[in-house]
């Protein structure tokens, strides 16, 4: 038998309006184009989006259309996120870092029938403008009247500017109830070989991925917290944080374009944030900043990074000479997008600060609602030892079944699981680490070489910014693990000093061949190393030696 509960489905309007009715004076504040400040409260999200709901239906978006946005983190880009949703159309955020070619072929491929424009991509627009003038009709700029820049469209294709909508609008609007399950967003992914692929995520995913991600031992988000996620908007939902914020009723703050270490210490200050969230390379930028500059962060408690594993130097400074947490999840477009997080069990209390900072290296514990498991190339399931590494699998509610446009569990294998292209080893308890990604692992000798291992040691030289290693051809071992080596600013690498580093610290075989000193390393779209074009580069380098 059924149980006898209300069957309320979860609504992404739900979220804004609890938060206008329960934290309606709760802030949200923006660094705008022009870098001031534009601050209101969620009551004014609430109230704003209804108003723009009233400007889409204007326009003719129907149900499930697409509303396409390419925009920084700010309160305008939030409104299109819950108006889109909220009447039941589907916000679609385009990474406006993707080359303009991707760009275009995914505004086709999604169907956009409308696009909500930052200033800074006006130019975009009109270098794409004839690709897409059959799928969009309208393309409006997230600015006032006063600002409006010039873009060359299409024929066919009209420019508006989205306050003159807002005011000519009225907030005469209900939201909708409807099935949990109707698709909400849609986010492609960077697609590093291949084109991109849509992530269709519903209005329950949603839901669930935000009640997950607020929970103590994730993002631990309260009412009293200030919140400025500078993952950007534009992609993966900003790790949910724009949901996240609203169900607890806290202060969100979203910077902008300005997301160098200056402009990120001043904000976090000003602002009084007590925990942000981005990709490594942000917080380089910022500690660099903070240590040239003496600056200290006043309020900031813990930092969260993830996209790519974390640098152990960031664990260590941020703790070190800031006293600030610097933790790290785990993710991807197609787990919209957080799937694990690493925060410590009794058993981390007894650690050395070694041992800690080693610890806090690993991706962390699946959180509640998902499940996960390695497997080897026969499919066959491995230890949680710590040790043995293998295709890293998920399923649960916020996990893709499915790419847009395919049939759902087109993703998935025979038992329901998605293969996240990840090799991980997973600890006792229950600890995943991320070794590689699939394509990247080396494979010398029939055995499988960690490429992220020999990077993280790598970068805790004092000479090296960043690292990488490939896999280069090897006439008798196969493939061999190249490392090449950006130096920090104003330094000079000694290649014979960094594998005296390694050594000892791995097996002696997966000690690289040679290191190769480099002024900079590729990246993706969404602040990956490109290892796609160092192989292409390099995958002969042992060849011609
Ligand atoms: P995306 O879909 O663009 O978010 O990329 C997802 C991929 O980023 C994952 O499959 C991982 O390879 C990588 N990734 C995400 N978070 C981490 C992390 N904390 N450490 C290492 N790799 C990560």
Partial sequence: MLGLMQSQGLMISSILTHAARHHGAAEVVSRTHENTTHRYTWAGVERRSRRLVKVLLAHGVERQDRVGTLAWNGYRHLEVYYASSGMEAIVHTINPRLHPDDIAYIINHAADKILFVDLS?????????????????????????????????????????????????????VWPRFDENTAASLCYTSG?????????????????????????????????????????????????????TALAGAALILPGRHLDGASMAGLLNAERVTFTSGVPTVWLGLLQHLRSSGQRLETVTRIMTGGSAAPPLLIEAFRDEYGIRFEQGWGMTELSPVGTFNAPKPAQAGLTRDEAA?????????????????????????????????????????????????????????????ATGDVATIDPDGFMEITDRSKDVIKSGGEWISSITLENLAVSHPDVMEAAVIAAAHPKWDER?????????????????????????????WLPDEVVVVDELPHTATGKLLKTSLRTRYKDHYLKA
């Fill in 192 to 244: 590093t070989t291949g084109r991109p692929k849509g992530v269709l995520y519903s209005h329950r995913s949603t839901w669930l991925h935000a009640y997950a991600v607020s929970m103590p031992d994730v993002l631990d988000i309260r009412a009293t917290s200030r919140i400025l996620p500078v993952v950007p908007m534009f992609h993966v939902n900003a790790w949910g944080t724009p949901y996240a």
């Fill in 358 to 418: 080693r610890h806090m290296l690993k991706q962390g514990r699946i959180l509640p609602g998902l499940d996960m498991k390695i497997v080897d190339g026969d499919g066959r399931e491995l230890p949680w030892d710590g040790v043995a590494f293998g295709d890293l699998k998920v399923r649960g509610p916020w996990v893709a079944s499915a790419y847009f446009g395919e049939e759902p569990g087109a993703a998935l294998d025979k038992d329901g699981w998605f």
């Fill in 481 to 509: 693990p190249l490392l090449l080596v950006v130096p920090l600013p104003g330094h000079t690498v000694d290649p014979a000093s960094v594998l005296a580093l390694l050594e000892g610290k791995v097996a002696k075989w």
């Fill in 121 to 173: 991509f006006a130019p975009l627009i009109s270098l794409i403008a004839a690709r897409i003038a059959d799928t969009v009709k309208t393309v409006v700029m997230l600015t006032d009247t006063a600002n409006m820049p010039e873009v060359t469209l299409a024929p066919g294709m009209t420019l508006a500017c989205y306050e003159q909508l807002m005011d000519a609008a009225d907030e005469d609007y």
